[in-house]
């Protein structure tokens, strides 16, 4: 039942610990709140809100389209799950930036991460991106830290400056990014273990990969990463991925047979949903409340 889930402040205080416990945390992109549920069921530490999966699934490119306001009303349906969420460049200057972290504050996730990149971004796997000066990248950090109410709220960083201006730059921003009070560090497009070495070495916070599909870094394992001194991994938009192609090939038999009778193996079961959904708690919830008499 959404009423039997933790607090906020209880799963911002359980993200902290898990950064910190040596152990790596995984957080698989959930495309709805559906999805979420589905990633906590299967004993993941969390979710992740990907701003290339939210700006799909509006049927836009991730080009810096999305609003404030879409970001944050998605987080607050995913928000009953440890969510750390994508706030691209805090949607405009330094007082945007803080002005997004009170938002997904009062939207109930765990944490969010803010990136370098000129605004408005581009996907950090697409080519012809720029990052601002490390001055300007590091003000939007200081103003989300200075602005968060709740000191367990998680303000992580992102550089892309890899794939501009090399690893070099990227690490140098990263320690920049620790000294203004970033509590995550996520270098983007590391091409393999020797570039998460470097970082790890860099800094003393913790730091995330991003194993996302056909993009520019290597796949690793999670023993890898956490060999590495990875902290958190995220998958942002295998779920998405898997789904839609499942999608277009149900669409594609449903229009060559005429009917889904043959897909019903591949589908997830009615019962299945229910037990997903919960079902049998709102039941009893309904009944112990609406039938009370005294």
């Known amino acids: ?10 799963k911002r205080a359980a993200f902290r610990a898990g950064l910190n416990s040596g152990t790596l945390q995984r957080f698989p992109g959930a495309f709805n709140p559906l999805s979420a549920n589905l990633i906590e069921r299967q004993g993941f530490e969390g979710v ?6 939210l700006s799909a699934d509006l049927g836009l490119p991730d080009i810096g389209l999305t609003t404030i306001a879409e970001v944050s009303d998605r987080a607050q349906q995913v928000a009953r799950v440890t969510a750390l969420v994508d706030a691209d460049t805090g949607f405009g200057e330094p007082m945007n930036a803080a002005r997004t972290v009170q938002l997904l504050e009062d939207a109930g996730v765990a ?7 000129v605004n408005p971004k581009r996907c950090g796997h697409l080519d012809g991106k ?25 303000v992580a960083a992102r550089t892309d400056a890899a794939g501009v201006n090399g690893l070099d730059d990227a690490i140098e921003r ?15 497009a590391m091409t393999g273990p020797a570039d998460f070495e470097k970082m790890r070495a860099a800094v003393d916070v913790p730091i995330l990969a991003n194993m996302t599909e056909f993009g520019k870094s290597k796949l690793l394992d999670a ?4 060999s590495l001194g990875v902290n958190l991994v995220i998958y942002p938009v295998t779920l998405l991925r898997i789904a839609m192609h499942a999608a277009g090939a149900a669409l594609r038999e449903i229009a060559g047979e005429g009917t889904q009778e043959g897909l019903l193996d591949r589908m997830q079961h ?3 949903l229910y037990d997903l959904l919960d079902y049998q708690s709102y039941a009893t919830f309904d009944q112990n409340i609406f039938t009370f008499s005294v």
């Open 223 to 226: 023993p890898t990463l956490e």
């Open 1 to 10: 039942m959404l009423h039997a889930t933790p607090a906020a402040a209880e």
């Open 174 to 188: 990263a320690k920049a990014f620790a000294d203004a009070g970033a509590d995550l560090i996520f270098p983007g």
């Open 270 to 272: 009615r019962r299945d």
């Open 111 to 117: 944490g969010m991460h803010l990136e370098d990149q």
């Open 48 to 53: 992740y809100i990907s701003g290339a999966v």
């Open 130 to 154: 720029d990052v601002v000066e490390m001055a300007a990248a590091v003000r939007r950090i200081s103003a989300a830290v200075s602005a968060r109410r709740d000191p367990d709220f998680v």
